[in-house]
């Protein structure tokens, strides 16, 4: 059954299927089988192809890893930038550099769906990615879904436009990886991947591209199918070059541990180049994807990770900062960035742009930072900047407590502003500066900061019912912020008056007794921004009356009805 989820893009919906277990098994029991038989067959071409002759001027494969094209290990640590709905943001690059990524994947149009990106236009790209020092994947989205989203273009045609960009693109093999087409099969007959996708990369071959060369899953990206995995050989083998590197899409279809496990070690088993090209945390109605092991996985394996993405879905709950604002990083950009086996954390700058220099010298500690426009959830601070022998490169915000560091913030300038605290909260912040070649300074001295208590009253409710059927219903409850100050782990409670209960909950967790619920945030809603919004939806049982509570509070205080 095919489940529409939240759209990550302006006008085009995504879907995520859920698997049943005996296709599941069905899948996996086809691709051993498809294995056995390989390799009694011919023992040779069950391993990865053998090292290819020809080899990419800058970033290529060996030995089943992406490398540049000086030998050195290149691992992936990046966000996906939506940029063909929103050319005027490209000024996002350097921001998700300052966040300490070292790759960013870049959404593209070949004018079938939408308007086409110009060749003028992706040399910029190019350009801004080179300028901020980040490796750019550049992928056609208008495949997005072929063969079950009508309005979906074909990979033939997205060769196509790659090849009329051929002049923009040559020579810049040391920065740019080539991702023929985004998700460029649904759920409709998705064996029918494979042909295509050996003849697309075969075309682009052809015609004389060296790049490294990425491929997507079918089903949307997820091959809960195991199409790809099953095929994955083959396609290596298509290409001469065997520069060719393949990118699983995981969200609500990867909500195991095993599952993201079994098959990630799949292909780096086989020395088939893989990283997770999209992938998204926050839990929706379809599943819960466990982003803490996609996470972890990837380091283990040193293989890359690019997230889902840094701004303007139509859903934000995706959005690793809202408006395009690095200061209005959600929880979900704060898992990314500063988590555990995060960016910050694993990224490595590549080589090509002087990472490898032999600087060795760190910058000088910044001053203490000073705290300013404290509120209920955030702080603006500012310290005297530092300085080294080559230039530095940005600065880290870490929260100090207990004997522990958390970085909170990254800027390329001497000041920023810390969201998502809580209200009424003490906190401890040092910064740390760094160079382009990693090495980083000593820490600043400590700033105290107490936030504002949250504002009482600012807020209003809007209760719907979305359906309903025969002892059920679902609801919708959009939470609105109409103070001048955001709002943290916030607490909603409500009655309801005919017996009503929930079942189930998006959004946030629900908590009932007898008629009263109350609804903390879930992660991705933890921080409602000033004038903004979040939504929580929910699975109820009712009986003959299904009456909409008449009366909201916010962390204690009435909220205005509607």
């Known amino acids: 059954m095919l489940l529409p989820t939240v759209s990550p893009i302006p006008g085009a919906a995504v879907r995520r299927t859920r698997k049943s277990p005996l296709s599941t098994l069905l899948a996996r029991l086809a691709a051993l089988v498809a294995l056995v038989v390989l390799g009694a067959l011919c023992p040779s071409a069950a391993q990865a192809a053998e090292e290819p002759g020809t080899r990419a001027a800058g970033l290529h494969i060996s030995d089943g890893r992406l490398v540049e094209g000086n030998g050195n290990d290149f691992v992936m640590r990046g966000v996906n930038h939506a940029h063909t709905w929103y050319p005027n943001e490209l000024g996002s690059l350097a921001d998700i550099k300052a966040q300490g990524a070292n790759t960013v994947r870049v959404v593209l149009a070949d004018g079938h769906r939408w308007t086409a990106n ?34 979906a273009g074909t990979l033939d045609q997205a060769a196509d436009y790659w090849i009329g960009l051929k002049d923009v693109l040559a020579g810049q093999e040391n920065y740019i990886i080539v991702n023929i087409g985004n998700e460029p099969w649904g759920n409709t007959d998705p064996a029918g991947w494979t042909a295509p996708t050996i003849a697309a990369i075969q075309k682009l071959r052809n015609a004389g591209f060296e790049h490294t060369i990425m491929v997507d899953a079918p089903n949307w990206g997820q091959d809960w199918q195991q199409v790809m995995r099953t095929n994955a050989q083959s396609v290596y083998a298509a290409d001469t070059t065997g520069n060719l590197i393949f990118s699983i899409h995981m969200y609500s279809v990867f909500d195991t541990a095993a599952e993201i496990t079994d098959y990630l070690n799949a292909f780096v088993s086989a020395e088939l180049p893989i990283l997770i090209g999209e992938f998204g945390g926050p839990a929706d109605q379809w599943g819960d994807p466990d982003e803490d092991t996609m996470m972890a996985t990837a380091e283990q394996l040193d293989i890359g990770y690019l997230a889902w993405s840094w701004s303007g879905n139509t859903d934000p709950i995706l959005d690793l900062v809202l408006n395009f604002d690095p200061a209005q990083m959600t929880s979900w950009g704060q898992r990314i960035f500063n988590g555990a086996n995060g960016i910050a954390q694993t990224a490595k700058e590549a080589t090509v742009f002087g990472g490898g220099s032999g600087d060795t010298q760190a910058p000088t500690a910044p001053g203490t930072p000073t705290a300013s426009a404290v509120t209920a959830s955030s702080v603006n601070l500012s310290w005297t900047a530092s300085t080294d022998n080559v230039g530095v490169a940005g600065y880290d915000v870490v929260r100090v407590g207990g004997g522990t560091e958390t970085k909170v913030a990254a800027s390329t300038a001497n000041s920023v502003t810390v969201t998502g605290l809580t209200a009424n909260t003490a906190y401890s912040f040092a910064v740390y500066a760094r160079d382009a070649a990693g090495n980083r300074s000593a820490r600043s001295a400590t700033v105290s900061v107490t936030t504002a208590d949250t504002p009482a009253g600012s807020c209003s409710v809007g209760y719907r019912v979305v359906g309903e059927w025969q002892g059920g219903f679902q609801g919708e409850i959009v939470i609105r912020n109409t103070g001048t100050s955001a709002v943290s782990g916030w607490k909603l409670a409500f009655t309801f008056a005919n017996g009503q209960t929930v079942s189930n909950m998006w959004g946030g967790t629900a908590a009932q007794s007898g008629g009263s619920v109350t609804v903390t945030p879930a992660s991705y809603t933890h921080t409602i921004p000033a004038g903004g919004s979040v939504t929580v939806g929910f699975i109820g049982s009712k009986g003959a009356t299904n009456a909409a509570p008449t009366a909201f509070t916010l962390n204690g205080a009435a909220c205005v009805n509607g």
């Open 118 to 151: 110009t060749a003028s236009d992706v040399a910029n790209v190019i350009a801004q990615c080179k300028a901020n020092r980040l490796i750019c994947v550049l992928e056609v989205h208008d495949t997005t879904g072929y063969g079950e989203e009508s309005a």
